[in-house]
């Protein structure tokens, strides 16, 4: 079946430091959405993307969908403690059936 | 608008005891599913629903039941809890299924002894 994989699965940063996030499909994906989950909260979404080579920006967030829409990235630009917390990506396979598969999600600690 | 909620918000049970987790939506959206979350595993599908009526199965569906009467309302049946099932349940919704944004309930910490 369809699967997402998300790396690094932790990534631990000093406040000011860059952090990205990886994911990578099996198979082609029609979407990819992002999801940031604080801790003791729930996934909460932050954008999607859906062209081929697609860039989108919120400011220190910048998120890119790779040109053969099986890979996806999330960067934060000079993380802040208000970064912290698990960020998922999430797809559709393209021609496939409804269902929405997770990565496993890079949990983000940021030491102030 | 509510948006999404669920109930209860923490629940303990003995193994082999049956429960129903209870999620509603306020926004009319059509998509609904649950998924379990548990640490290292990210968010499983669990079950999920097209719209009243339908419903079908997602990644981890052994154990559980969903029915769908109606567009605001998913729950989650248990029918046999097992200590496998400890996890944090989180019901979602959407407006499509294809394309829209999902929006998560607070979530259910469910243990089971």
């Known amino acids: 079946g369809q699967q997402v994989m998300q790396i690094p699965q932790y990534q631990h940063v000093q406040e000011g430091e860059d952090f990205t996030t990886y994911c990578n499909s099996s198979?082609?994906?029609?979407?990819i959405q992002w999801y940031k989950q604080r801790p003791g909260g729930h996934p909460v979404f932050l954008i999607q993307?859906?062209?081929?080579?697609e860039v989108k920006k919120q400011k220190r967030l910048t998120f890119q969908f790779g040109e053969a829409k099986k890979n996806s990235s999330l960067h934060i630009t000079a993380t802040q403690t208000t970064d912290v917390g698990t960020y998922f990506c999430?797809?559709?396979?393209?021609?496939?059936?409804?269902?929405?598969?997770f990565g496993k999600g890079t949990k983000l600690t940021v030491n102030p | 608008n509510a948006g999404v909620t669920q109930t209860p918000k923490f629940q303990v049970l003995k193994t082999g005891q049956s429960m129903t987790l209870q999620c509603a939506q306020d926004?009319?959206?059509?998509?609904m599913s649950w998924y379990r979350q548990d640490p290292g595993m990210g968010l499983r599908l669990i079950h999920y629903?097209?719209?009243?009526?339908?419903?079908d199965q997602g990644e981890v569906p052994n154990g559980y039941n969903v029915s769908r009467s109606t567009t605001e309302d998913f729950p989650l049946r248990l029918l046999s809890a097992a200590p496998s099932q400890t996890s944090v349940y989180f019901c979602?919704?959407?407006?499509?299924?294809?394309?829209?944004?999902?929006?998560f309930g607070p979530g259910t910490r469910l243990t089971v002894l």
């Open positions: 979602a919704s959407s407006r499509a299924e294809s394309t829209d944004t999902q929006y």
């Open positions: 198979t082609t994906l029609s979407n």
């Open positions: 993307l859906v062209k081929s080579g």
């Open positions: 999430a797809g559709r396979t393209q021609g496939g059936s409804e269902k929405l598969v």
């Open positions: 926004m009319n959206h059509e998509y």
């Open positions: 629903s097209v719209g009243a009526g339908i419903t």
